[in-house]
């Protein structure tokens, strides 16, 4: 995710979180993903919404809480779960010590603590209505033109603690309207829509629909083709594709073609602002769907080199010191594709304006834990700094050697990347940059 303005991190920093849809070839035994079978009804008209389905925890470690986190708009009609746990619900909820108005949590006690690998079934029901002015901790909206729900706009139970999560919802609305979201959305009957990211997703699992938007569609190669979406014929389409087109070329040129079995990538711009709560936020889950925010054309341009990046670079987990791995690799990516589109005064700017920034940040990415307030500067200042500073040592040729072996070997952890930069161009340029970080 490239957050673009503070608004978000200053509302709550806690909740931004990456988007990541894992290679098809995660789901396997042993996957860790929370798993979620939900069918919801909802009228984007009026926001009324009912829902029922099952939230099965695997614990990822050992557990001996579950607060999950729900939109207050709604009452909770059925909530059961297996014997020998107990379980409250809390009107108004909070998270890493901050109140969170308009949400309700409810905490489970797993009785005994949940182990790694242990799962826990639990069964929900709930009704009510979930408008604009029900979202408050995240990028949403409610209105018959144009609807956004997010994971934080929090219209199913939430564990925010381990977000890494399986989905399959049923959806029934308006005839109408027209679903899409990440992986797939299908439309099996009418008014009926079947939405599946087809895989785990780390973030974000968000769906948008629309009775009345404009779509606008190019080809890129090699089986890989870009939808427009927005409220109106969107005058920069060409443009906009176009950078899509160009900076997905200029990674494939780096790394190969992605490892995904997508063959959309979908970009969703609300291009006049329908009632957007943090409007200035963009986006992507897995670069195959992309949300963008509210802002010049430059700025636009920019936030889709970061996010088709993330075809490539999604693997460090939201919140750790690994999430490197994808948010400063995807901004440095980018960073090289606008010099080469834009050229080298666009470059040297905005690396000059990008180490100034960095040399105010605070703290380690080392320790990077959570998504308290120092993230944002941390992995989108900091780390692509020192990723410019990596190549001035060790020059563009060595930078794309180390990124593709690291991509082929599908590196995770940014231990494992010190590592491989150690094999590669020693030991000493290695612990410049552990230190440095």
């Given at each position: 995710m490239k957050t673009v303005s503070c608004l978000l991190r200053a509302a709550c920093p806690m909740l931004c979180a990456a988007g990541l849809l894992?290679?098809?070839?995660?789901?396997?035994?042993?996957?860790?993903?929370?798993?979620y079978e939900i069918t919801a009804r909802?009228?984007?008209?009026?926001?009324?919404?009912?829902?029922?389905?099952?939230?099965?925890?695997?614990?990822?470690?050992?557990?001996?809480?579950?607060r999950l986190l729900l939109n207050a708009g709604v009452d909770i009609t059925a909530f059961t779960f297996g014997a020998g746990e107990a379980a409250r619900i809390e009107p108004v909820a909070t998270f890493g010590g901050e109140v969170l108005e308009k949400t309700q949590a409810i905490i489970v006690t797993p009785v005994p603590p949940l182990t790694r690998?242990?799962?826990?079934?639990?069964?929900?029901?709930?009704?009510?209505?979930?408008?604009?002015?029900?979202?408050?901790?995240?990028?949403?909206?409610?209105s018959p033109g144009w609807t956004e729900m997010t994971l934080e706009t929090l219209w199913y139970p939430v564990w925010l603690e381990e977000s890494l999560v399986r989905s399959r919802v049923t959806l029934e609305v308006p005839e109408a309207y027209e679903v899409i979201g990440p992986g797939e959305a299908t439309q099996i009957a009418p008014g009926r829509w079947t939405l599946d990211p087809g895989g785990p997703v780390g973030g974000r699992i968000?769906?948008?629909?629309?009775?009345?938007?404009?779509?606008?569609?190019?080809?890129?190669?090699?089986g890989l083709s870009a939808r427009l979406y927005s409220v109106v014929a969107e005058p920069e389409a060409d443009e906009i594709l176009?950078?899509?087109s160009a900076a997905y070329s200029y990674y494939a040129g780096i790394f190969g073609p992605p490892r995904t079995d997508k063959s959309t990538i979908t970009l969703l711009?609300?291009?006049?602002?329908?009632?957007?709560?943090?409007?200035?936020?963009?986006?992507?889950?897995?670069?195959?769907?992309?949300?963008?925010?509210?802002?010049?054309?430059e700025v636009q341009l920019d936030t889709l080199n970061h996010e088709i990046a993330h075809l490539w670079w999604s693997a460090g987990q939201p919140g750790t010191a690994d999430e490197f791995l994808s948010e400063s690799v995807a901004e440095y990516l980018a960073m090289r594709r606008g010099g080469a589109a834009w050229g080298e005064s666009w470059l040297a700017k905005r690396r000059?304006?990008?180490?100034?920034?960095?040399?105010?940040?605070?703290?380690?990415?080392?320790?990077?834990?959570?998504?308290?307030?120092?993230?944002?500067?941390?992995?989108?200042?900091?780390?692509p700094s020192l990723l410019w500073q990596l190549q001035?040592?060790?020059?563009?040729?060595?930078?794309?050697?180390?990124?593709?072996?690291a991509y082929d070997r599908r590196t995770e952890t940014l231990e494992s990347f010190l590592s491989l930069l150690a094999d590669r161009e020693g030991e000493q340029v290695a612990g410049w940059f552990r230190e440095a970080l």
């Open positions: 894992l290679p098809s070839g995660a789901a396997m035994a042993g996957d860790l993903s929370n798993r909802f009228d984007p008209a009026s926001g009324a919404i009912s829902a029922d389905g099952t939230f099965t925890v695997v614990a990822d470690g050992d557990v001996a809480e579950i690998g242990d799962t826990l079934e639990m069964a929900f029901s709930y009704a009510g209505h979930i408008t604009t002015d029900d979202i408050f901790i995240g990028r949403g909206v409610v968000t769906f948008a629909m629309s009775d009345s938007w404009v779509m606008e569609a190019r080809a890129l190669g090699g176009g950078t899509v711009y609300p291009n006049i602002d329908p009632g957007l709560v943090y409007p200035n936020q963009a986006y992507a889950t897995a670069g195959d769907f992309i949300v963008m925010n509210l802002s010049n054309l000059s304006t990008l180490d100034a920034a960095a040399a105010e940040a605070e703290g380690s990415i080392l320790t990077l834990d959570g998504f308290g307030h120092a993230r944002q500067s941390l992995l989108y200042e900091k780390g001035d040592h060790i020059g563009e040729a060595a930078m794309d050697g180390l990124f593709r072996d």
